[in-house]
């Protein structure tokens, strides 16, 4: 709760994969039975080069099942479309930007893929571990072994940070500078406690009492906390943020731009460790404190301002250069269909009112 949809996209290899998708895996064709594809695969030749791009290179059939059975073994909702020619050129195409894109890599970001190789490789081992039947089961299942997936990650890091490399530190700086001048609490980061007392379900969406109601018992806990009432009890209490309510209201240095545009606002001006009045957002009523508040500085968030901007290099190469290096490919090619003439509307159409992201769960 209280998180703006945009913002809580989990950091990650999985976030970083997602940066060179050229066509969301939703967008491809009819769905076709995997167990089929699978038949197929058995008869191909793994040795057999299916696609070539310049300085050459190649891509074989064996490495790019490895690489789809890899993808798939993160995105298991994509098995649907394995034999699908839309989504196939998709993953030739992320392999061989994965591919041009780590071999320009340097020796300086070669370590630092390293480094992050190993990171992420714990944490998966970690997850999978997790899993049914764990690591050695999952990797059976998806046809892959641990090399393989190590192979893909580090080939994946040695490519973003070739791309970070070309990021130089003015540009950064600059993106900095700017953001703050945007919004002067881009990089605040704040302990807040609060106690939500809702006017609606945050699971179903429906009301579950008025807003003078809901105000009318904020005021209460807030009288209750001002009296000396102990804030983790009555949170636990009182509160109807399923993300805090267990940890006594408390969320712990979080970015605050994070969250809904109310509940930011007082999280950024009010003075600290004070009872707040109930503050209103699209849940309800809020009695705040604030707990810590500081603002990171440019030295402590230049790295993932770096990697921002290396997407925008990406995003370039996928768009501009990609398409003049691949010189050969064997896949099946998505059929091309004939755009649909739009039929005439009677009557013009009504512009929808734009509504508010709704914020998620933390």
Avoid at 292 to 318: C, N, P, Q
């Amino acid at each position: 709760m209280l998180l703006n949809n945009w913002k809580t996209a989990k950091k990650g290899l999985i976030a970083l994969l997602a940066v060179v998708t050229i066509v969301a895996a939703a967008g491809c064709g009819k769905k076709t039975e995997t167990e089929t594809g699978a038949a197929d695969a058995g008869k191909k030749d793994a040795g057999e080069v299916i696609v070539t791009y310049k300085d050459g290179g190649k891509i074989t059939r064996g490495e790019f099942d490895t690489f789809l059975n890899t993808n798939l073994l993160f995105y298991k909702e994509y098995a649907q479309y394995k034999e699908d020619p839309a989504f196939q050129q998709d993953m030739m195409k992320q392999l061989v930007t994965f591919k041009v894109l780590s071999s320009r890599a340097d020796d300086k970001a070669k370590a630092a893929a390293d480094t992050k190789t190993k990171q992420q490789m714990d944490q998966i081992k970690t997850f999978m571990g997790m899993q049914e039947g764990g690591m050695e089961k999952q990797l059976k299942d998806g046809n892959i072994t641990e090399k393989d997936l190590e192979q893909f990650v580090s080939r994946s890091m040695q490519a973003i940070e070739a791309m970070e490399s070309k990021v130089p530190d003015d540009q950064v700086k600059t993106e900095y500078d700017k953001r703050v001048a945007a919004d002067k609490n881009v990089y605040d980061v704040a302990t807040v406690s609060h106690i939500l007392i809702g006017t609606s379900d945050p699971n179903t969406g429906k009301e579950t009492r008025s807003k003078e109601d809901a105000l009318k018992r904020a005021k209460e806990v807030q009288d209750k906390l001002k009296n000396g009432g102990d804030f983790v009890a009555l949170a636990k209490e009182y509160s109807e943020d399923p993300g805090s309510k267990d940890n006594g209201g408390k969320y712990e240095n979080v970015d605050i731009s994070q969250w809904v545009p109310e509940f930011k606002k007082a999280a950024a001006e009010l003075p600290l460790n004070t009872i707040s009045d109930p503050v209103e957002t699209a849940y309800g009523y809020h009695v705040m404190k604030v707990e810590s508040r500081k603002t990171k500085t440019f030295d402590e968030v230049k790295g993932d301002l770096r990697s921002e901007l290396a997407e925008t290099h990406i995003y370039d190469f996928v768009e501009k250069e990609l398409p003049t290096l691949i010189e050969t490919n064997k896949l099946p090619k998505p059929e091309e269909k004939p755009p649909a003439t739009p039929e005439p509307s009677a009557t013009p159409s009504a512009s929808p009112t734009p509504t508010p992201s709704a914020p998620a769960s933390k």
